[in-house]
């Protein structure tokens, strides 16, 4: 089998279509070389070697050290250097690179082959000294991070005393002989942590870095990463080894990322940063402040150092050209790295750009418009999830702002939280249910735990293409980076600007679409959904087979789900509207009843408020389909737990306390969710069901009276195990509607079904569909009931499951296809079998989830139902699992 796959120099043994084993950097290399850019000659060792390193025991085949040998060949054959020659030799960098980018893995690490001998060949050679020791300090010190994994404190520490010895503040300043000098002490640093001297053999040095890449897949950042983006742990990461460029070889040469079109808004313009006279990651990690590369980009800003355009307009005008051939060819927004030397351009890295979601519909609509793309692809190249940054709520444009500081639009949106300073505690605080801002000086990799948990992300150094705002971006958190004015005392928890002070804890608003950052909470208001958005939901539409509708109960959520384009009601909880304050009362009155008719008192009284739900709901949701559940939880729910309310309590229902404590006790249910619940409670206590189907009709035949658009009730029966449950339920529900039709001398239709959320359920439902005309399936009970997992203590070890493999997802997400799933279809296909028309849907947090929401057109339900804010994301997942 073979490992190593060589690229560059009129060679190129991959091409594109080969991620999954030469990892996404690896495969763009070689096709770029494929297509005639200039690319440093290197070799990927690819993703299966990282697979055979863990099974034998973190080693290497012997057959690999030949064909590294080979692709050094390749490389020194390329270039004409000699891999350690002491007069001219030839450097590497040595990158991971696994299918998708994934921060948390090895950092590269450049300069490779150096030592205390080439490094003399490497001045004598290019006839720059600086350089080559500039060089030579940049590698221990990476290596020495990266590879060694010493700590990187001492390095900065020791240059930060150079230069203050000599009185200088930028790394430019310093000459060769500073360099040699502080190479000197770095090797010290090294030798006093590492009790060995720096590697001094370059083969060494090289697979010492291959290992540490490897070694880096089984990182605990990686891991995490992996876990949050659904990662599979078996993929493992491949290993370039390229020829060194060098940006830093004065003041032609530079080195730069960007991107085809601008990732946060999606306009058509190149957008990026570059550096003169410097090397790899000076840009992105915030040492210099980067030049802008478009003279419009710097004129928009108010910059003054140079842009690209105007300071190497040359070689500009041949990087442009790089930009929108790979554009073309990818049909891409692609993310590029690129380094000139002494005024040659060399292409280091290309991938689709990372975007907002405002920036992904923009550039989906736009490629379409321009027909780089058809319409079908649009809609398939936006991801549904990601939509969810846009439909929530931005700042109101009105409201007052306290602006303290502004910094760069890195991520868009807006968040209000607590100022955290450190990741732990901003996960902490998370879990506790507050919302809370990063705030950092810069981020790293190991934050990326806090990242998440927080509502928004703030740092003082960085540019838009730092750390901080590439990981906001994808994760769709705000972020404002670099804001400039910004002290961070975090160990002290303090954060001082423009003369004000703010503690841990104090609330700060963000808006990493202006870069401004506010004291206090800012107001918001909810998005508007109209010009890509429409135009990208409008195709979607045109594709979609699935019917999407929203679990809401009351009259916010349904006009929400309307406005976001909800084809119906497909979950109404009933319960929600006994909780309102001014009804539980007489609710508790109810459960508390010791006869039916103390029962039929109580629920006298809740007529009329559950009518007036129905009503409302039917006005906005005009002749579309509503879904009604009957009541489903256990009624000790209803009651009060706290002692403090026991008093309060009795004497609003008129009990004593002592007989409410007793009434308390008998419902007490050592395990709620399989106890007197759902269908369990209408078959005890008809009246319930008889009172709520009542409510149902009279609103019903009043709305289509008053409005002329029949209201389609759907009453739907939960827990339901058995086809007896429900055939007594229907009867009850049909004698209502039989009096309410005769009272108000006017019919409309409607629908009796069930819930499908147990096992004997999904089996019998041949027999169910004989008395029930739809089933709802009901994905977060049948996943309890199914899995035997009980949702609410599923925590302690679900991560352990999802970590192991166990369950690829956690179940409660996103469907288990494989076993829920295979219920469903059979509860279909012997539905069906019985009734042939019958609807089926779901309900639940699944139908929201774009991996089910394909399961669920693979199955042929005919629609899903989804919390009212993912109906678009429904609809867009809809289309996607269509086409
Ligand atoms: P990441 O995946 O973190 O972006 P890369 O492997 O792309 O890491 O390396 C980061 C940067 O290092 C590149 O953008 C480039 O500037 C620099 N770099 C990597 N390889 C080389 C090389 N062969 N010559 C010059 N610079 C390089
Ligand atoms: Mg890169
Ligand atoms: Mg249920």
């Not at 530079?254 to 991107?259: D, K, L, N, Q």
């Not at 549904?384 to 444009?397: F, M, R, V, Y």
């Amino acid at each position: 089998e073979r490992y190593v796959y060589r690229f560059g120099g009129g060679v190129s043994d991959g091409g594109k279509g080969d991620k999954n084993l030469l990892g996404g950097k690896g495969a763009n290399l070689a096709e770029m070389a494929s297509i005639g850019l200039p690319v440093p000659p290197g070799f990927t060792i690819s993703t299966a070697m990282c697979a055979r390193y863990y099974q034998e025991g973190e080693r290497f085949p012997d057959s690999l050290r030949d064909e590294v040998a080979d692709g050094i060949a390749h490389i020194e054959g390329v270039t004409g250097k000699r891999f350690g020659d002491a007069a001219d030799p030839l450097l590497v960098s040595v990158r991971s690179g696994a299918r998708v980018s994934m921060p948390g893995m090895m950092d590269t690490v450049l300069n490779l082959g150096l030592n205390d001998e080439t490094v003399k060949g490497l001045a004598a050679a290019s006839g720059d000294e600086r350089f080559a020791w500039d060089s030579y300090r940049r590698f221990i010190q990476m290596y020495s991070d990266v590879v060694l994994e010493l700590d990187h404190g001492a390095f900065e520490e020791a240059l930060e005393i150079a230069k203050e010895d000599l009185g200088v503040t930028l790394d430019t300043e310093l000459g060769a002989a500073d360099w040699q000098a502080l190479v000197v002490r770095y090797k010290a640093i090294v030798e006093e942590q590492w009790n060995k001297p720096f590697p001094q053999d370059v083969h060494d040095q090289l697979w010492g870095a291959v290992g540490a890449v490897f070694g880096s897949w089984q990182s605990e950042r990686a891991k995490v990463y992996r876990r949050l983006n659904d990662i599979p742990g078996d993929w493992g990461t491949a290993v370039n080894v390229q020829a060194m460029v060098f940006g830093n070889m004065g003041d032609t040469s530079a080195t730069g990322v960007a991107f085809t079109r601008d990732p946060a808004k999606g306009d058509r313009a190149y957008y990026g940063e570059f550096l003169i006279n410097a090397q790899g990651e000076d840009v992105v990690a915030g040492i210099r402040t980067p030049q802008y590369l478009t003279k419009a980009a710097r004129e928009a800003a108010g910059a003054k150092p140079l842009s690209m355009e105007e300071a190497m307009p040359e070689t500009y005008v041949e990087l442009a050209h790089v930009f929108d051939l790979l554009e073309n060819h990818y049909r891409d927004m692609q993310d590029i790295e690129f380094t000139v030397q002494q005024g040659k351009l060399w292409m280091l890295q290309t991938r689709s750009g990372k975007r907002t979601a405002k920036a992904a519909l923009k550039i989906a609509v736009d490629m379409a418009n321009e027909g780089l793309i058809s319409h079908d692809e649009a809609v398939a190249r936006v991801d549904p999830a990601a939509l969810d940054q846009l439909l929530h709520p931005t700042l109101d444009p009105k409201a007052p702002r306290d602006v303290v500081a502004r910094g760069l639009p890195a991520s868009p949106g807006a968040a209000s939280g607590a100022i955290v300073f450190d990741a732990e505690t901003a996960q902490q605080q998370a879990e506790r249910g507050e919302d809370v801002i990063l705030v950092r000086v810069e981020t790293s990799p190991e934050d990326i735990h806090g990242m998440h948990a927080a509502k928004g992300i703030l740092t003082a150094r960085g540019g838009m293409t730092s750390h901080a705002a590439v990981v906001a971006r994808g994760m769709g958190r705000p972020c404002v980076s670099g804001a400039g004015t910004l002290a961070i005392d975090a160990k002290a928890g303090v954060l001082r600007v423009d003369g004000r002070e703010f503690r841990a804890g104090d609330i700060l608003t963000i808006d990493g679409a202006t870069g401004e950052v506010m004291a206090g909470r800012v107001p918001t208001v909810q998005p508007e959904l109209a010009g890509d958005f429409g135009v990208l939901m409008g195709w979607a539409d045109t594709v979609r087979r699935l019917k999407v509708r929203a679990n809401a109960e009351t009259p916010l959520d349904c006009r929400t789900a309307r406005d976001f384009g909800a084809e119906g009601v497909g979950l109404c909880r009933t319960e929600h509207m006994f909780f309102d304050a001014e009804r539980i009362t007489a609710v508790r009155q109810m459960i508390l009843a010791e006869d039916e008719a103390g029962r039929r008192t109580a629920l006298a009284k809740l007529l009329p408020e559950q009518r007036a739900d129905f009503t409302e709901i039917f006005e906005i949701m005009a002749g579309l389909p509503v879904t009604i559940r009957l009541l489903d939880p256990p009624l000790h729910e209803f009651l009060p737990h706290e002692e403090a309310e026991f008093a309060e309590v009795a004497k609003a229902t008129g009990l004593g306390v002592e007989a409410l404590r007793r009434r308390a006790a008998e419902l007490h249910e050592f395990n709620p969710m399989l106890g007197h619940r759902g269908c369990r409670l209408g078959v005890t206590y008809p009246e319930i069901y008889e009172m709520q189907a009542r409510a149902i009709f009279e609103a019903a035949v009043d709305v289509a009276e008053k409005s002329g658009a029949a209201p389609i009730p759907e009453v739907m029966v939960p827990l339901v195990a058995t086809r007896r449950e429900l055939e007594l339920m229907k009867a009850v529900i049909d004698r209502a509607a039989a009096a309410v039709f005769a009272e108000k001398g006017r019919t409309l239709d409607y629908l009796v079904g069930t819930m499908i959320e147990l096992p004997r359920a999904a089996l019998k439902a041949g027999e169910i569909a004989e008395v029930g005309a739809f089933f709802s399936f009901g994905t977060n009970d049948l996943t309890q009931t199914t899995l035997g997992v009980s949702r609410d203590d599923a925590a302690r070890f679900l991560t352990a499951y999802v970590d192991q493999g166990i369950y690829a997802r956690d179940p409660f997400v996103s469907l288990d296809i494989e076993g829920v799933g295979e219920l469903i279809r059979l509860a279909a296909e012997r539905g069906r079998a019985t009734r042939p028309d019958i609807k089926l849907g779901i309900c639940g947090e699944h139908g929201g989830d774009p991996a089910s929401i394909a399961f669920c057109e693979a199955a042929g339900l005919d629609y899903v139902s989804a919390s009212p804010y993912r109906v678009p994301i429904a609809r867009l997942a809809a289309a996607q699992a269509a086409l």
